[in-house]
């Protein structure tokens, strides 16, 4: 193997969980041809996480190394639903929310990927065109036994969960992707790697060069036991503000620390070992490390000293328990006359601070709603709108709002 090459696999695989094959690998790279490297993403969400980014920065670092990254946007497919992991359905999509949401993708996507070379694509071109015909003649390509070979399919199925005929039809979907852009590489979480062969297959079944499958580890998300996930509500998006992010990352479980350094930051793999070792050690806190990893997370998406004003508005929340810096406004809307009763539940539920009524009452009685720091003991409690009128309104530790009159 030619030098550049030798090179080039040994930066691809580092951090990879499968690489099937690195022989197909390196024989690919001794081309010295450029490889089009494919990426799929399912615009299921409005945030782009952590978790996915680590996907992201290894699609990167192929671009880095001259290589095209081709971004797969599954406008199709995620009307389907991808069910990989997953020990359910998951609910369909309309076309409209995955419009909005491929949209947000391309902008988020833009904070990790170099914009040259970059191919973006959406797999509505092919899959919207194909005819019943087409489609069964892709079913002909694989079996129920092979798709049972999946440990969520396989789960489901011996828990009495149903799986629907449009879930088996995923895989195949989505290794007809991998045929269409002729990919040499796909990369994916670990959880992909059924996908990810389904495609290397179907494209030697075309008469293509089957792609190399390259995966790479899932990150848990905030509850340091599922993986990553909006749905889930554990995870923390990069297009979110800094001060969100910083907050989220310091209630990260001091086990995950370590991980988290390798997958969030991009560090170099001996600058992680050493804040590694000082933790172990004792020279490092926990609490320090992860307002170290707050700080690199936040500079990383929102760029240099977002990291150092994050933390200030959070000591300055936390520690010091001023309101941040900057709370929303919420202009009441009183049924009547401007000085007339309002119940705060109902204004918590208007505020957005709670999903109805009832629930801004549950919070209420829960001790967790706040005004002007005062905790809010009455579920029932009626103010003028005129009363409320300039007062901070709190929920949690992390939820405010500035009433007003309009």
């Known amino acids: ?79 389907v639903g991808d069910p990989s992991g997953r020990s359910t359905t998951r609910p369909p999509l309309s076309r409209e929310d995955v419009d909005e949401h491929a949209r947000t993708y391309v902008e988020q996507v833009q904070q990790i990927l170099l914009p040259e070379p970059l191919e973006v694509r959406r797999n509505s071109e092919w ?16 079996t129920v036994a092979r798709m049972l070979e999946r440990d969520d399919f396989a789960n489901r199925l011996r828990d009495g969960k149903p799986i629907s005929l449009t879930e088996f039809l995923y895989p195949l979907l989505q290794g007809w992707d991998s045929v269409m852009v002729e990919a040499d590489v796909e990369l994916g979480g670990t959880d992909q790697l059924f996908n990810n062969l389904m495609g290397r297959t179907l494209q030697e079944q075309e008469g293509q060069e089957g792609q190399v499958v390259l995966t790479l580890p899932l990150l848990e998300g905030l509850d340091g036991v599922q993986k990553m996930s909006k749905s889930l509500g554990n995870y923390v998006g990069i297009a979110e503000p800094a001060t969100e992010q910083f907050g989220k990352l310091m209630s990260l479980p001091d086990p995950l620390l370590p991980r988290y350094l390798t997958l969030t930051t991009g560090w170099a793999p001996d600058q992680v070992a050493q804040i590694a070792r000082a933790l172990e050690a004792g020279d490092l806190s926990p609490r320090d490390a992860k307002r170290l990893l707050a700080r690199t997370v936040a500079d990383l998406y929102h760029g240099p000293g977002a990291g150092d004003a994050a933390e200030a508005e959070f000591d300055r929340v936390f520690r010091a328990h001023e309101p941040p810096s900057d709370v929303p406004e919420h ?30 009452r549950r919070l209420i009685q829960q001790g967790g709603v706040r005004l002007d720091g005062d905790v809010i003991e009455d579920p029932d409690l009626t103010l003028a709108a005129t009363a409320l009128d300039g007062r901070l309104l709190q929920v949690g530790k992390r939820r405010w709002v500035r009433l007003r009159i309009p």
């Open 1 to 79: 193997m030619n030098r550049d090459a030798a090179e080039q696999l040994r930066a691809i695989s580092a951090g990879a969980v499968d690489l099937i094959t690195e022989a197909d690998l390196s024989r690919k790279l001794q081309r010295g041809t450029p490889l089009r490297v494919k990426l799929g993403i399912d615009p299921t969400a409005s945030d782009i996480h952590l978790g996915f980014a680590v996907v992201l920065r290894k699609l990167r670092q192929f671009q880095e190394l001259g290589h095209l990254a081709v971004l797969i946007l599954g406008d199709f497919t995620a009307q």
């Open 127 to 142: 899959l919207a065109t194909m005819g019943i015909e087409d489609v069964l003649r892709l079913t002909a390509r694989t």
């Open 331 to 360: 202009h009441l809307d009183p049924p009547g006359p401007a000085d007339g009763p309002l119940r705060v539940a109902a204004v918590l539920h208007q505020a957005g601070l709670a999903k109805s009524n009832k629930e801004g």
